[in-house]
């Protein structure tokens, strides 16, 4: 096996005493001995997969006690990870017998994700480089060098699709989006809703045609407390925020109730930690609110109200009146308009015979796109995404008695979504180029 | 010895051949007798799945005891089959077993009984009045204070206690030990004394039961993290309970006895169709009372009752002529009718296949499968190969080398196509790809390694791949013997993962990454041990050809190495595009994501550093040792985690054996970087012609 893919554990590009005068060729070599040659080695390449490896197996640990986003903000996708020392603790409570309530506070800093892909890049540019540095030095631009470099395409195309890869993994950290969409059986639905983001509306339904809808971002509404805005028929201040809250109930024993209209007189919201750990039972954080409205200018009370998204995902909102005219005022998901409809004609959930175990779920759904001019019946199923002007919808989940019968789907807009499969498909190429041009050589050694 | 290099393979292949059919051959009970082995053959629906009663006993006594045999009280071993039917049709006996002490006239005359001598009543004798007896037991304490506190009362609610037990739990008691219960807390809770083998019999505990699912009801609440030992056993045999309930309920648990009239339709359990057949006779019972066809005062009790139970046979004909089969093959074997039991059994096995067509063949390709046990049987003779491989090397002395390290191979190609077919017919049964759960993956990894040993056998011939692939061929089937102890191995897939395509590929290509990356790391033991050997001077460095022995271990292990890389990335990657389709998230750090990808990185590593010149043949053989720690870690470790979409639930056992891998690859990688030059220490001192001792220390 002498046979070396990247000869870069070089002899230096041997530094030839020349005289100074070819300044220009001088630096050149310079950079190449002291830049290229000891950015691209392959030490280093070992040295960031050995460090990529342990972070990849940190951040599985991590997941014991922490949600996937979270994983993935705290590890993947952040220069530096912050590793605390209770993953090691885990690790022993679940394979070396160490007590259940074993705990170790503490963490120490690692390279995180970003920084450990943005180093190999560099690495992979520099080994290249230097090769083909190397290659033309050593043959010149001669046949010699075409034999060469053929000799080596397995390797320059499967770094190429590493390359692209990660930079899909890159385009959709950045640009994906994804978000949910419920439709109830028989009804239609013309927006996604992140779970990941609650926002207060105000709605004006004065006007029968459209709805006049001031939204307010819930991050906002909790960092500054108090929201003054021109398009708001009123000032709204916020009493309390819960990220998460069970479905609102009635009140419980003497608790004092911060609400003083609306639904909030009978029930009462109820904070709950926050979801953490596993992604594999599909659950979200719900959010409440208690908020007080204000007369604008006066700053008159209207009453403290409890929203939450448990009342808005039934279709119920407040009603708050200023000037004789009625506001209808909610908490719920951020929302995303798109510009066609969903119609949902059946959901089927079919189980396997005699058990609860799952056996298929699929949509029937009716698309209904004014501006294109299109309307056709389609079918979501596991493992069959519709794809539709940039959103692609699966099959997720559906929505659990009592309520009615009806689907979710995940909606994803990722522009990037096909360089993984060109990506792949180069890495897989480039690697049977080149263990093939190995298996061949290795062969007619044996037969010779 | 020429006529013995010639012939030894042969021996082999005919020895092994001979025990083959041997164990193959289809069983058969003695005629005259009543025949288990076709009553296996009757399909049954299990777990949404077509199966022989052969497999739902097997796989029960699985369940139940930990393994397939089963002895009747008497130590006889009697066939899965025979237990099964006697735990199906315990209930009638038990139902007329007298056994209810009802002293007070009164309360007999009451209870609609006619006084016996012993004032013992059966559960038959009470018969309508059983429901309330039981309810009222099960209202006992809101009832009671509205009864005078008298004897008569106490008497009452005594019975009431006593009938409910008996009939939830009592009356389906049976004497074959099955239950495996191996938790001494668990023991003294249910008043057991331990005894060799640990098995008990559903007797032995039966008045305990009501408590113990109590308690396993409140174990099962708390979260998986704060369950302890005792708490994951109670809830174990709570399940185990219910299983064996349900089969001498011939209901529940998924258990689904009575397949359709109509092809297309659902099976049915065995007794909603038995209470339809009642509800239809005695709707036309009473119709004929209305219409004056009948007079029940001029007929009597005992006609009217033999008329009703004639009109159930009607009735249960009409609705389902299998189940009113089905219950004819009961009723004989209670009724010890051999002949007609055989009769019965017949007919309905002609019934059911040419009604279910293709399927019935799977069942009775599967009945036969289970028997034979192929990769049971596999496992024994894998033993066998390397037995012949250590043969041959330790008699290397004496020429034993050729014969026996070819005698090897011809049986591990032997064992590999009877490996393979069995995969394939598990494959046909089920009609899925390969690899669809844990077990099937190692199944299919020893498949796998076994091939790749064949092909490093044939490029090399020294018995090296030979070993590699029967080791690993070995191993697995017994690790897949032990994961196919929860029962099914052949379960549905939940709806996500219904898709052969990405079965087929992804997860097949994922698997065969696994197994190019354990036959690595086992190629890496075979090198450090050759190492230290050929440094001791037990073997020679040279092999007969001229060739260097390590280079060509190390050139064994490089070779697999890059099929490795090539296998596991590429079926991580179409992981990715399958999530990609089915929820579009190409990638979602899920743990056994990142498992699949580690074993991509160790193997990118180990590959970057040998082309560096990092490593050389030690070393790379030291990195693949590590890949077996990784693959450990990615095939059982992930999923013990709890965590994740692919996380199929704690083990103990498969923790603490994957803690063991890993303490002894350490332990290897450990010997491996110890220097060459102490075991030579140990070795002949090398001939001063060949290579000129190093000058001490001091004078260099």
Same mark, same amino acid.
């Given at each position: 096996?002498?046979?070396?893919?990247?000869?870069?554990?070089?002899?230096?590009?041997?530094?030839?005493?020349?005289?100074?005068?070819?300044?220009?060729?001088?630096?050149?070599?310079?950079?190449?001995?002291?830049?290229?040659?000891?950015?691209?080695?392959?030490?280093?390449? $070992?040295? +960031?997969?050995?460090?990529?490896? %342990?972070?990849?197996?940190? =951040? /599985?640990?991590?997941?014991?006690?922490? @949600? #996937? *986003?979270?994983?993935?903000?705290?590890?993947?996708?952040?220069?530096?990870?912050?590793?605390?020392?209770?993953?090691?603790?885990?690790?022993?409570?679940?394979?070396?017998?160490?007590?259940?309530?074993?705990?170790?506070?503490?963490?120490?800093?690692?390279?995180?994700?970003?920084?450990?892909?943005?180093?190999?890049?560099?690495?992979?540019?520099?080994?290249?480089?230097?090769?083909? $540095?190397? +290659?033309?030095?050593?043959?010149? %631009?001669?046949?010699?060098? =075409? /034999?060469?470099?053929?000799?080596?395409? @397995? #390797? *320059?195309?499967?770094?190429?699709?590493?390359?692209?890869?990660?930079?899909?993994?890159?385009?959709?950290?950045?640009?994906?989006?994804?978000?949910?969409?419920?439709?109830?059986?028989?009804?239609?639905?013309?927006?996604?809703?992140?779970?990941?983001?609650?926002?207060?509306?105000?709605?004006?339904?004065?006007?029968?045609?459209?709805?006049?809808?001031?939204?307010?971002?819930?991050?906002?509404?909790?960092?500054?407390?108090?929201?003054?805005?021109?398009?708001?028929?009123?000032?709204?201040?916020?009493?309390?925020?819960?990220?998460?809250?069970?479905?609102?109930?009635?009140?419980?024993?003497?608790?004092?109730?911060?609400?003083?209209?609306?639904?909030?007189?009978?029930?009462?919201?109820?904070?709950?930690?926050?979801?953490?750990?596993?992604?594999?039972?599909?659950?979200?954080?719900?959010?409440?609110?208690?908020?007080?409205?204000?007369?604008?200018?006066?700053?008159?009370?209207?009453?403290?109200?409890?929203?939450?998204?448990?009342?808005?995902?039934?279709?119920?909102?407040?009603?708050?009146?200023?000037?004789?005219?009625?506001?209808?005022?909610?908490?719920?998901?951020?929302?995303?308009?798109?510009?066609?409809?969903?119609?949902?004609?059946?959901?089927?959930?079919?189980?396997?015979?005699?058990?609860?175990?799952?056996?298929?779920?699929?949509?029937?759904?009716?698309?209904?796109?004014?501006?294109?001019?299109?309307?056709?019946?389609?079918?979501?199923?596991?493992?069959?995404?519709?794809?539709?002007?940039?959103?692609?919808?699966?099959?997720?989940?559906?929505?659990?008695?009592?309520?009615?019968?009806?689907?979710?789907?995940?909606?994803?807009?990722?522009?990037?979504?096909?360089?993984?499969?060109?990506?792949?498909?180069?890495?897989?190429?480039?690697?049977?180029?080149?263990?093939?041009?190995?298996?061949?050589?290795?062969?007619?050694?044996?037969?010779? | 010895?020429?006529?013995?290099?010639?012939?030894?393979?042969?021996?082999?292949?005919?020895?092994?051949?001979?025990?083959?059919?041997?164990?193959?051959?289809?069983?058969?009970?003695?005629?005259?007798?009543?025949?288990?082995?076709?009553?296996?053959?009757?399909?049954?629906?299990?777990?949404?799945?077509?199966?022989?009663?052969?497999?739902?006993?097997?796989?029960?006594?699985?369940?139940?005891?930990?393994?397939?045999?089963?002895?009747?009280?008497?130590?006889?071993?009697?066939?899965?089959?025979?237990?099964?039917?006697?735990?199906?049709?315990?209930?009638?006996?038990?139902?007329?077993?007298?056994?209810?002490?009802?002293?007070?006239?009164?309360?007999?005359?009451?209870?609609?009984?006619?006084?016996?001598?012993?004032?013992?009543?059966?559960?038959?004798?009470?018969?309508?009045?059983?429901?309330?007896?039981?309810?009222?037991?099960?209202?006992?304490?809101?009832?009671?204070?509205?009864?005078?506190?008298?004897?008569?009362?106490?008497?009452?609610?005594?019975?009431?206690?006593?009938?409910?037990?008996?009939?939830?739990?009592?009356?389906?008691?049976?004497?074959?030990?099955?239950?495996?219960?191996?938790?001494?807390?668990?023991?003294?809770?249910?008043?057991?004394?331990?005894?060799?083998?640990?098995?008990?019999?559903?007797?032995?505990?039966?008045?305990?039961?009501?408590?113990?699912?109590?308690?396993?009801?409140?174990?099962?609440?708390?979260?998986?993290?704060?369950?302890?030992?005792?708490?994951?056993?109670?809830?174990?045999?709570?399940?185990?309970?219910?299983?064996?309930?349900?089969?001498?309920?011939?209901?529940?648990?998924?258990?689904?006895?009575?397949?359709?009239?109509?092809?297309?339709?659902?099976?049915?359990?065995?007794?909603?169709?038995?209470?339809?057949?009642?509800?239809?006779?005695?709707?036309?019972?009473?119709?004929?009372?209305?219409?004056?066809?009948?007079?029940?005062?001029?007929?009597?009790?005992?006609?009217?009752?033999?008329?009703?139970?004639?009109?159930?046979?009607?009735?249960?004909?009409?609705?389902?002529?299998?189940?009113?089969?089905?219950?004819?093959?009961?009723?004989?074997?209670?009724?010890?009718?051999?002949?007609?039991?055989?009769?019965?059994?017949?007919?309905?096995?002609?019934?059911?296949?040419?009604?279910?067509?293709?399927?019935?063949?799977?069942?009775?390709?599967?009945?036969?499968?289970?028997?034979?046990?192929?990769?049971?049987?596999?496992?024994?003779?894998?033993?066998?190969?390397?037995?012949?491989?250590?043969?041959?090397?330790?008699?290397?002395?004496?020429?034993?080398?050729?014969?026996?390290?070819?005698?090897?191979?011809?049986?591990?190609?032997?064992?590999?196509?009877?490996?393979?077919?069995?995969?394939?017919?598990?494959?046909?049964?089920?009609?899925?790809?390969?690899?669809?759960?844990?077990?099937?993956?190692?199944?299919?990894?020893?498949?796998?390694?076994?091939?790749?040993?064949?092909?490093?056998?044939?490029?090399?011939?020294?018995?090296?791949?030979?070993?590699?692939?029967?080791?690993?061929?070995?191993?697995?089937?017994?690790?897949?013997?032990?994961?196919?102890?929860?029962?099914?191995?052949?379960?549905?897939?939940?709806?996500?993962?219904?898709?052969?395509?990405?079965?087929?590929?992804?997860?097949?290509?994922?698997?065969?990454?696994?197994?190019?990356?354990?036959?690595?790391?086992?190629?890496?033991?075979?090198?450090?041990?050759?190492?230290?050997?050929?440094?001791?001077?037990?073997?020679?460095?040279?092999?007969?050809?001229?060739?260097?022995?390590?280079?060509?271990?190390?050139?064994?292990?490089?070779?697999?190495?890059?099929?490795?890389?090539?296998?596991?990335?590429?079926?991580?990657?179409?992981?990715?595009?399958?999530?990609?389709?089915?929820?579009?998230?190409?990638?979602?750090?899920?743990?056994?994501?990142?498992?699949?990808?580690?074993?991509?990185?160790?193997?990118?590593?180990?590959?970057?550093?040998?082309?560096?010149?990092?490593?050389?043949?030690?070393?790379?053989?030291?990195?693949?040792?590590?890949?077996?720690?990784?693959?450990?870690?990615?095939?059982?470790?992930?999923?013990?985690?709890?965590?994740?979409?692919?996380?199929?639930?704690?083990?103990?056992?498969?923790?603490?054996?994957?803690?063991?891998?890993?303490?002894?690859?350490?332990?290897?990688?450990?010997?491996?970087?110890?220097?060459?030059?102490?075991?030579?220490?140990?070795?002949?001192?090398?001939?001063?012609?060949?290579?000129?001792?190093?000058?001490?220390?001091?004078?260099?």
């Amino acid at each position: 096996m002498s046979e070396t893919a990247i000869t870069t554990s070089p002899k230096p590009p041997s530094v030839v005493p020349e005289p100074v005068i070819r300044t220009e060729r001088s630096s050149r070599a310079w950079f190449v001995r002291y830049g290229l040659a000891p950015a691209g080695s392959l030490r280093w390449t $070992v040295a +960031l997969f050995a460090l990529a490896i %342990l972070l990849v197996f940190f =951040g /599985t640990l991590a997941q014991i006690d922490e @949600g #996937i *986003f979270t994983v993935l903000k705290k590890y993947f996708r952040t220069p530096i990870a912050w590793i605390p020392l209770q993953v090691f603790v885990r690790f022993g409570q679940v394979f070396l017998w160490v007590p259940p309530t074993a705990k170790v506070a503490g963490s120490f800093p690692f390279p995180g994700g970003q920084l450990l892909g943005g180093l190999l890049m560099v690495n992979l540019f520099a080994a290249h480089s230097l090769l083909l $540095v190397n +290659l033309s030095r050593g043959y010149g %631009l001669s046949r010699k060098l =075409g /034999t060469a470099l053929l000799k080596r395409s @397995g #390797i *320059f195309v499967l770094h190429g699709g590493i390359v692209l890869l990660m930079l899909g993994e890159l385009v959709t950290t950045c640009f994906s989006v994804e978000s949910r969409m419920s439709i109830v059986e028989g009804r239609s639905t013309n927006y996604a809703e992140d779970n990941r983001a609650a926002e207060l509306v105000v709605i004006d339904p004065s006007d029968p045609k459209s709805n006049d809808v001031v939204a307010i971002p819930a991050s906002l509404l909790v960092k500054n407390r108090v929201v003054q805005n021109d398009a708001l028929p009123f000032d709204v201040e916020l009493v309390r925020y819960m990220s998460n809250s069970a479905f609102p109930d009635r009140p419980v024993g003497d608790q004092p109730n911060p609400a003083t209209a609306g639904d909030g007189l009978r029930f009462m919201a109820i904070e709950e930690s926050e979801v953490s750990g596993t992604s594999s039972d599909q659950r979200v954080d719900v959010p409440s609110a208690y908020v007080t409205f204000k007369r604008k200018g006066t700053g008159e009370l209207l009453g403290t109200y409890m929203l939450s998204a448990w009342l808005s995902a039934e279709g119920r909102s407040e009603h708050v009146v200023v000037d004789g005219k009625t506001y209808d005022v909610a908490l719920r998901f951020k929302r995303a308009y798109k510009p066609y409809t969903l119609h949902l004609i059946q959901f089927r959930h079919d189980k396997y015979m005699g058990t609860d175990v799952p056996m298929n779920y699929s949509s029937r759904i009716d698309l209904v796109d004014r501006e294109e001019g299109q309307e056709r019946e389609v079918v979501i199923s596991m493992n069959n995404p519709l794809r539709y002007r940039g959103d692609t919808y699966y099959q997720a989940d559906f929505l659990r008695p009592p309520g009615p019968r009806g689907t979710v789907l995940q909606v994803v807009r990722n522009p990037g979504w096909e360089i993984p499969y060109v990506a792949c498909a180069m890495v897989a190429l480039g690697m049977l180029i080149h263990f093939s041009l190995h298996l061949v050589g290795f062969i007619r050694r044996r037969i010779a | 010895m020429k006529l013995l290099s010639r012939f030894a393979p042969w021996l082999a292949l005919a020895a092994a051949t001979l025990f083959l059919v041997g164990v193959a051959w289809p069983p058969r009970d003695p005629t005259g007798q009543m025949q288990f082995h076709e009553f296996g053959k009757i399909p049954v629906v299990k777990g949404g799945r077509v199966q022989p009663m052969d497999t739902l006993a097997r796989n029960s006594l699985l369940v139940l005891s930990g393994h397939q045999d089963v002895s009747d009280p008497d130590g006889h071993e009697v066939p899965p089959e025979k237990w099964l039917l006697d735990v199906m049709t315990c209930d009638r006996g038990s139902r007329q077993q007298r056994m209810f002490r009802i002293e007070d006239p009164e309360l007999q005359k009451q209870l609609g009984l006619e006084p016996n001598r012993e004032d013992l009543f059966s559960l038959d004798d009470l018969g309508q009045y059983v429901h309330q007896l039981m309810e009222v037991d099960e209202r006992a304490e809101e009832l009671r204070p509205r009864f005078p506190d008298d004897a008569r009362t106490r008497h009452l609610f005594n019975l009431a206690h006593q009938v409910r037990q008996f009939a939830t739990f009592g009356r389906y008691a049976t004497p074959y030990k099955v239950f495996k219960i191996d938790n001494d807390q668990l023991l003294a809770f249910l008043d057991l004394k331990p005894r060799r083998g640990l098995r008990y019999a559903y007797t032995e505990f039966v008045d305990k039961i009501p408590d113990l699912l109590e308690k396993a009801d409140a174990a099962a609440k708390k979260p998986d993290r704060e369950r302890d030992v005792y708490d994951n056993k109670l809830i174990d045999v709570s399940r185990r309970i219910q299983l064996y309930v349900a089969l001498a309920r011939r209901e529940g648990d998924t258990l689904r006895l009575v397949p359709p009239a109509i092809a297309d339709e659902e099976w049915r359990p065995y007794p909603e169709v038995e209470a339809d057949a009642r509800k239809l006779a005695i709707k036309r019972v009473q119709e004929a009372i209305k219409d004056g066809k009948l007079d029940p005062k001029k007929l009597g009790n005992a006609a009217l009752r033999a008329r009703a139970e004639e009109e159930v046979a009607r009735a249960r004909a009409e609705i389902s002529p299998s189940g009113q089969a089905l219950g004819e093959i009961f009723t004989a074997y209670e009724n010890h009718d051999t002949d007609a039991f055989n009769r019965a059994v017949a007919a309905y096995r002609q019934q059911t296949d040419e009604h279910l067509g293709g399927q019935a063949r799977k069942v009775r390709v599967e009945t036969l499968f289970n028997h034979f046990e192929p990769f049971y049987q596999c496992a024994i003779l894998y033993a066998g190969a390397v037995l012949l491989i250590c043969g041959a090397w330790c008699g290397a002395w004496v020429g034993w080398m050729r014969p026996l390290s070819r005698a090897a191979f011809w049986l591990l190609l032997l064992v590999f196509i009877v490996h393979a077919a069995a995969l394939g017919t598990r494959m046909w049964i089920m009609g899925r790809p390969p690899v669809t759960n844990l077990y099937s993956s190692a199944v299919f990894i020893g498949v796998g390694a076994v091939l790749f040993g064949l092909v490093l056998e044939g490029v090399f011939p020294y018995g090296v791949g030979t070993a590699v692939g029967a080791t690993i061929g070995g191993l697995s089937l017994i690790i897949a013997q032990h994961l196919a102890m929860g029962g099914e191995t052949m379960e549905m897939l939940q709806a996500v993962l219904d898709t052969n395509f990405w079965l087929a590929t992804h997860v097949t290509c994922v698997s065969a990454g696994y197994t190019a990356t354990f036959v690595a790391g086992f190629l890496a033991f075979a090198y450090i041990g050759l190492r230290i050997l050929t440094a001791v001077g037990l073997v020679p460095a040279k092999l007969p050809g001229g060739l260097d022995l390590l280079r060509m271990v190390a050139q064994m292990n490089y070779a697999v190495l890059c099929f490795a890389t090539l296998f596991s990335f590429t079926g991580t990657v179409l992981g990715g595009i399958w999530a990609d389709q089915s929820w579009g998230r190409f990638w979602g750090w899920d743990p056994k994501e990142n498992g699949a990808l580690l074993i991509v990185l160790w193997n990118v590593l180990i590959l970057h550093a040998r082309w560096g010149g990092i490593v050389k043949q030690a070393g790379m053989a030291v990195l693949s040792l590590g890949g077996n720690m990784v693959t450990g870690w990615s095939w059982f470790g992930t999923n013990q985690l709890g965590v994740g979409l692919h996380s199929y639930g704690f083990n103990s056992t498969l923790a603490v054996v994957l803690v063991g891998w890993w303490v002894l690859n350490l332990a290897v990688i450990g010997i491996g970087l110890v220097p060459i030059r102490f075991w030579q220490m140990f070795g002949k001192k090398p001939d001063d012609e060949d290579q000129p001792r190093r000058p001490p220390r001091g004078l260099r």
